[in-house]
């Protein structure tokens, strides 16, 4: 005897899929819901922080001029042995320059040869200790910065927390016109020591 399948069980499979596109439906609503709620607090925070630069001291803000973008010189990887008196240890440093305009870069890429020594002299002179710290690379890209417009006749001014030796007390020196800087920042695109 054939059994009569019961009518329940057709409906089973229907009942399924109005959950599975119920579920799917909600957690759809959610996400979206999600989204536009994170898009809503990013905007209320780029506003508080458009107010709060008001109230507070001026932010410097860098503003890219799209007629006139960096200019940016790379220097070939230095690689130098340190002054590490305890272990021999070197140190790799990719060197890029950011210059005022292309024809200071230009100008600065006759200067090559010079800008180099003069950097490979000042990283020769430098500890793995030095190096390490956030502080020595700060206190390296001023002293670099220095040293590349030097060969091209311009010295600038050093920093004031350069301490003076007993030894050799510094000199005072008539103020010159303070010059300005055809690089206006180093930065550095690798640095590994070893």
Known sequence: MATAAP???????????????????????????????????????????????????PVAH???????????????????????????????????LEVVDQA???????????????VLMILAHKTSAELLSLEGKEKLAREILRASVLPMGVELDPEDDEVATEEAPKKKKKKKAAQASPVLKVHFSNFIIQ
């Open 104 to 118: 200071t870069g230009d100008q600065m890429k006759a200067f090559m040869p010079a800008i180099r020594s003069n």
């Open 7 to 57: 009518a329940g069980d057709a409906a089973a499979p229907k009942g399924k899929k109005k959950l599975i596109i119920m579920i799917a439906a909600v957690l759809l609503l959610v996400l979206v819901g999600g989204g536009a709620a994170v898009f809503m607090m990013k905007k209320k925070a780029a506003a508080a922080d458009e107010e709060g630069a008001d109230d507070h001291a």
């Open 62 to 96: 860098m503003k890219v001029d799209p007629k006139h973008p960096p200019i940016f010189l790379p220097l070939d990887p230095f690689t130098v042995n340190l002054a590490d008196k305890d272990a021999d240890r070197f140190a790799q440093v990719g060197i890029t």
